[in-house]
């Protein structure tokens, strides 16, 4: 922890200039304007669209009705109790992850998904007081001022209402990595490592993380990480038998070089596709990737990982090592590996609003956020992240071309913005002056 209760000798050393610390009351205002918005936005749930909770509730009932080979088959509808009948392979995770649905389709479906919602409210709450308590240096203000104002990032965030209208696992996750952060932070690396698997074992781009570790030999992080997998996927497979993983591994097999065009799906692969041709806003169908947009898509997510591997190692030659870089290698690697994946649905990124808010206290400890640079930088990070993506540029962006294109990729561009100040700040001197 980069905080009052971790050892001196783990906190980011303040700079004499630095900013006056956060402000609890204003803080509390912003955190309760915060949380109204995102009542406002997300309380309706009654959504036919929201997949993927009626994927988790229907995998969780043939649970509970003993027809687990069902799995990943087509099914559901009104006769089976959610809104609409779904394609086979509907559920994407390993069928280990269905188990904790069972308790929730012994429910109703609607009530169910209230249910959730109320699950990824407490998530998001639990990742304030994580990333205020644990992630937050301690000279930015009292405790009470530091969770609020993390609170107020977190509700204001677009993808924190997308993933409570849609009852969605993203909250989960996120509370799972800023936890495993925060333990990374305190030295408690098992323990970080175990968080990091759970949130692995539900989004794919969390893996970014591990090659992390791995990269900055924290072997126990790293073998902690492994374990835990090596025991879930053996768990999963003493339950569910070995026909079920190898149906679900020919499914991602089969979505290889692949593309959804859909509007939130903000990777880089979806990202240069909308830009090179024409694709539909709304269509959520994988369709081939073109070998020109492919070869593309390789080349430049090949230099974005250069080019933040160069910018941390050449921080680790400068300065060693420090919970400040830390979180800014955290922040880097993980936008870059949720824009890496093939899909980065619009709420993955709600996995950012811990980084930037960590990557922001490092900054600010350094004095560096008088840069104008930087701040600009960082600004334009949180509005591309944070704002919603407007009802009449989804109807209009197909008319638009390679403009609307980028305008529908704001959540990609936000990613980018901060994976490229957080390695800026990873390969500064440790505390260094600015």
């Given at each position: 922890?980069?905080?009052?209760?971790?050892?001196?000798?783990?906190?980011?050393?303040?700079?004499?200039?630095?900013?006056?610390?956060?402000?609890?009351?204003?803080?509390?205002?912003?955190?309760?304007?915060?949380?109204?918005?995102?009542?406002?936005?997300?309380?309706?749930?009654?959504?036919?669209?929201s997949i993927d909770f009626q994927a988790y509730w229907l995998a969780g009932s043939r649970i509970l009705a003993g027809q687990a080979g069902d799995l990943y088959a087509a099914g559901g509808g009104p006769g089976q109790g959610t809104p609409?009948?779904?394609?086979?392979?509907?559920?994407?995770?390993?069928?280990?992850?269905?188990?904790?649905?069972?308790?929730?389709?012994?429910?109703?479906?609607?009530?169910?998904?209230?249910?959730?919602?109320?699950?990824?409210?407490?998530?998001?709450?639990?990742?304030?007081?994580?990333?205020?308590?644990?992630?937050?240096?301690?000279?930015?203000?009292?405790?009470?001022?530091?969770?609020?104002?993390?609170?107020?990032?977190?509700?204001?965030?677009?993808?924190?209402?997308?993933?409570?209208?849609?009852?969605?696992?993203?909250?989960?996750?996120?509370?799972?990595?800023?936890?495993?952060?925060?333990?990374?932070?305190?030295?408690?690396?098992?323990?970080?490592?175990?968080?990091?698997?759970?949130?692995?074992?539900?989004?794919?781009?969390?893996?970014?993380?591990?090659?992390?570790?791995?990269?900055?030999?924290?072997?126990?992080?790293?073998?902690?990480?492994?374990?835990?997998?090596?025991?879930?996927?053996?768990?999963?497979?003493?339950?569910?038998?070995?026909?079920?993983?190898?149906?679900?591994?020919?499914?991602?097999?089969?979505?290889?070089?692949?593309?959804?065009?859909?509007?939130?799906?903000?990777?880089?692969?979806?990202?240069?596709?909308?830009?090179?041709?024409?694709?539909?806003?709304?269509?959520?169908?994988?369709?081939?990737?073109?070998?020109?947009?492919?070869?593309?898509?390789?080349?430049?997510?090949?230099?974005?990982?250069?080019?933040?591997?160069?910018?941390?190692?050449?921080?680790?030659?400068?300065?060693?090592?420090?919970?400040?870089?830390?979180?800014?290698?955290?922040?880097?690697?993980?936008?870059?590996?949720?824009?890496?994946?093939?899909?980065?649905?619009?709420?993955?990124?709600?996995?950012?609003?811990?980084?930037?808010?960590?990557?922001?206290?490092?900054?600010?400890?350094?004095?560096?956020?008088?840069?104008?640079?930087?701040?600009v930088a960082l600004a334009l990070s949180f509005l591309c992240l944070a704002l919603p993506t407007p009802d009449r540029l989804l109807a209009a962006a197909a008319g638009l071309g390679p403009a609307g294109a980028a305008l529908l990729s704001?959540?990609?561009?936000?990613?980018?913005?901060?994976?490229?100040?957080?390695?800026?700040?990873?390969?500064?001197?440790?505390?260094?002056?600015?």
């Amino acid at each position: 922890m980069i905080g009052g209760a971790a050892p001196a000798t783990v906190d980011i050393p303040a700079q004499p200039d630095a900013a006056p610390p956060l402000r609890a009351g204003v803080c509390a205002l912003l955190a309760v304007l915060a949380l109204a918005l995102l009542l406002v936005r997300a309380w309706r749930i009654d959504y036919d669209y929201s997949i993927d909770f009626q994927a988790y509730w229907l995998a969780g009932s043939r649970i509970l009705a003993g027809q687990a080979g069902d799995l990943y088959a087509a099914g559901g509808g009104p006769g089976q109790g959610t809104p609409r009948a779904l394609a086979a392979s509907e559920f994407k995770n390993l069928p280990l992850v269905a188990l904790p649905f069972a308790p929730l389709a012994a429910l109703e479906y609607a009530t169910a998904k209230r249910a959730f919602w109320w699950i990824n409210l407490a998530a998001l709450l639990a990742t304030g007081l994580v990333l205020g308590l644990g992630v937050l240096p301690a000279s930015l203000g009292s405790p009470a001022a530091r969770v609020a104002a993390c609170l107020a990032l977190l509700c204001a965030f677009a993808p924190a209402h997308i993933a409570l209208r849609h009852a969605q696992t993203t909250p989960l996750v996120t509370l799972a990595v800023t936890a495993s952060l925060a333990a990374l932070l305190r030295r408690r690396h098992a323990a970080s490592g175990v968080l990091l698997a759970a949130a692995a074992l539900v989004k794919w781009p969390v893996w970014a993380l591990a090659a992390l570790a791995a990269a900055r030999r924290r072997w126990r992080l790293a073998g902690a990480f492994a374990l835990t997998l090596a025991v879930a996927a053996a768990l999963s497979l003493a339950l569910f038998g070995t026909g079920l993983h190898a149906g679900y591994l020919d499914e991602m097999r089969a979505h290889a070089g692949t593309v959804m065009t859909g509007h939130n799906n903000q990777s880089l692969a979806a990202v240069l596709h909308r830009l090179s041709a024409p694709a539909a806003t709304f269509d959520w169908t994988p369709q081939p990737l073109p070998p020109a947009t492919r070869t593309a898509a390789l080349a430049a997510g090949v230099a974005l990982l250069a080019a933040l591997a160069l910018a941390l190692r050449r921080g680790r030659a400068a300065g060693g090592s420090g919970p400040g870089r830390d979180v800014a290698e955290f922040a880097a690697a993980l936008a870059a590996g949720i824009v890496l994946f093939p899909v980065a649905w619009d709420h993955y990124f709600l996995l950012l609003a811990p980084a930037l808010a960590g990557v922001t206290a490092v900054l600010h400890q350094d004095g560096l956020l008088r840069r104008p640079a930087v701040s600009v930088a960082l600004a334009l990070s949180f509005l591309c992240l944070a704002l919603p993506t407007p009802d009449r540029l989804l109807a209009a962006a197909a008319g638009l071309g390679p403009a609307g294109a980028a305008l529908l990729s704001h959540y990609f561009a936000g990613a980018l913005l901060l994976a490229g100040v957080s390695a800026w700040a990873a390969r500064r001197p440790a505390g260094g002056a600015p």
